[in-house]
């Protein structure tokens, strides 16, 4: 039988080529040095890839907890109230076709909440993908679908909103701080 072969090269298809450097090429490794006296790595690698080990178990061994705390954080009542004179105020901006502004004030007032949640997180987006498991899905990708037509708002120069997607928009705030005991 005919083994086949690459017209490149006279060798069959399935066996590799080896290739091998020059030994002034070839990669040193460097022995590490050992200090009897203190019996540590005297290398600064070493030490941080065996701190970045520890760091790692600890990560995992609180990560469960921190997700409880997450979970169980309440807002206080006064902040409560807060929000629901700030919710009022978005009502009344909606009534005067303040559009724009009421899209980017319910999601300063989500924001707050995360915030005050105690959700990881430095952006709003970081926040509520920790907050993911507080919503339900269709809620949570409400929330997604609001904050991008606030982004839209926000960032683009030309983009008018209308009415209903302001009211659209609103209302799925509104939901995401119901499902969060807000409102």
């Not at 090429?25 to 460097?30: A, Q, V």
């Not at 990560?59 to 919710?87: D, Q």
Request: with cysteine; glycine share 2%.
């Amino acid at each position: 039988m005919r083994e086949r072969r690459h017209s490149f090269n006279k060798r069959p298809f399935y066996k590799k080529r080896r290739y091998s450097l020059p030994k002034d090429k070839r990669y040193k490794t460097k022995k590490i040095p050992y200090s009897k006296k203190n019996r540590r790595f005297t290398q600064p690698a070493e030490q941080h890839v065996f701190e970045m080990f520890l760091k790692s178990i600890w990560s995992a061994a609180t990560w469960p907890f921190a997700k409880l705390r997450a979970k169980t954080s309440k807002l206080p009542e006064l902040n409560k109230e807060k929000i629901k004179k700030w919710w009022h105020d978005i009502e009344e901006m909606e009534r005067k076709n303040d559009f724009r502004g009421a899209v980017i004030e319910s999601d300063k007032i989500f924001f707050y909440c995360l915030k005050y949640m105690n959700f990881e997180g430095d952006t709003f987006a970081q926040k509520l993908k920790n907050a993911r498991t507080r919503f339900s899905t269709t809620t949570y990708n409400n929330l997604w679908q609001a904050h991008r037509a606030r982004n839209r708002i926000v960032h683009e120069a030309e983009h008018e909103i209308n009415s209903m997607e302001a009211i659209n928009t609103k209302k799925k705030f509104h939901n995401g701080l119901k499902e969060l005991g807000v409102l």
